[in-house]
């Protein structure tokens, strides 16, 4: 029997792997997405949070919303045993949040009113109007339990050299793109596990 040589073998296995994993195309974005997108600073890509698809490693149903928090991935489950993923950042160990809910709001380029807690650990947050300077983002889609607001959110990032860390005070951050992209293929109500 004969052995592969390493270059072949490594070739054989790049070429196996581009089976598994798809790129997504951006979305369409408005005149006003693309303005205040490119007032955010760039940040480099990390090629391990873009957005594929990919063989679904959920189990969940289609439509279903899951955050992998260790992995820093979110899942958008799909037919055919699909998903798409995108990187994300999540919430710091002593802020994250586990759980199941659903979307049961959306909307574009956010107001952000931080919570009381938040201001009683960080005076200086306040109140931002929604826009490029906003924490919040292109996109935010907001987490209940029944009819009781979770006040977390998946939503986009004016920090976006943070995607793939535990740095957020709990939510769900994502490249503004990425959120653009979600928002628009899910409805409201649509379920969300956080694991």
């Known amino acids: 029997m004969r052995l592969f040589s390493l270059p072949l073998l490594l070739a054989m296995m790049t070429a196996l792997a581009g089976c598994n994993f ?5 979305p369409q974005v408005s005149a006003r997405d693309a303005e205040w997108i490119a007032q955010i600073p760039k940040a480099e890509e990390d090629p391990r949070f873009g957005r594929y698809i990919i063989d679904d490693p959920t189990g969940e149903t ?28 999540v919430g710091d160990e002593a802020y ?25 650990r960080w005076p200086h947050v306040q109140y931002t109007k929604g826009g490029p300077a906003n924490p ?15 006040l977390y959110r998946i939503h986009g990032t004016n920090e976006p050299e943070k995607i793939g860390f535990a740095v957020s005070s709990g939510c769900i951050r994502m490249r503004n793109i990425d959120v653009i992209d979600l928002y628009n293929r899910v409805p409201v109500n649509t379920k969300v596990i956080v694991r």
Not at 70 to 84: F, G, H, S
Not at 97 to 120: F, H, Q
Not at 136 to 150: I, S
């Open 62 to 89: 289609p439509g279903t919303i899951v955050v992998d928090t260790k992995e820093r991935q979110l899942y958008l489950v799909q037919a055919n045993r699909k998903a798409i993923r995108y990187g994300v950042a």
């Open 96 to 120: 994250g949040w586990t759980g199941t809910s659903t979307i049961a709001r959306k909307a574009e380029w956010p107001d952000w009113n931080p919570p009381a807690e938040m201001k009683a």
């Open 22 to 26: 798809k790129g997504v195309p951006d």
């Open 136 to 150: 919040l983002g292109a996109r935010a889609l907001y987490l209940y339990e029944g009819n009781k607001d979770t």
